[in-house]
């Protein structure tokens, strides 16, 4: 099966990624790899927005503060957040490492998934990111929900 991933049906893709995440979260799953107090979490998430932001703005300093403070209080987001920058940076391949790096601490974590899926599509790599896609949609969304889904990439 091929793709055609020109920058329409990329994109849907990323839509469609989002859309799975909404889904995953609903369905009370939590990026998050071990139980946190929600006032801890709250401030984790809240570092890790202000990271995405500083990165969406090119403040690329800031948001690299941002990803210290998140790895020190050892939260997965740290190694989105550190993958985005160097995906900013044009260093794709060592944004996939990162991400593969907290794949094997957590392999269930949809945010991460998508982002390889997105990172291996961006280096050209279209079948390894059609597999990571698959991978979020069928083992972390389940294959009802998945199947809907996938059927829109064809």
Not at 9 to 31: D, E, K, Y
Not at 57 to 83: D, H, M, N, T, V
């Given at each position: 099966m ?9 994109s ?19 990026p998050a ?28 300093e ?14 997965i ?50 079948d390894?990111?059609e ?7 069928v ?11 996938l059927?829109?990439?064809?």
């Amino acid at each position: 099966m091929r793709f055609d991933f020109s920058v329409t049906n990329l994109s849907q893709c990323r839509v469609l990624s989002f859309l799975l995440l909404l889904a995953f979260l609903a369905a009370g799953c939590s990026p998050a790899p071990k139980q946190v107090s929600d006032e801890y979490a709250r401030e984790s998430e809240r570092l890790l927005s202000l990271g995405n932001e500083a990165v969406d703005s090119g403040e690329y300093e800031k948001a690299a503060e941002f990803q210290k403070q998140l790895q020190q209080r050892g939260y997965i987001g740290s190694w989105e957040l550190k993958a985005r920058l160097h995906t900013a940076d044009g260093e794709h391949e060592q944004a996939l490492s990162t991400v593969n790096k907290a794949l094997e601490m957590v392999d269930s974590d949809f945010i991460l998934w998508t982002q390889k899926a997105n990172i291996l599509s961006d280096l050209g790599r279209y079948d390894q990111s059609e597999e990571a896609y698959s991978k979020e949609a069928v083992d972390l969304v389940g294959p009802s929900e998945a199947k809907d889904i996938l059927a829109l990439r064809n």
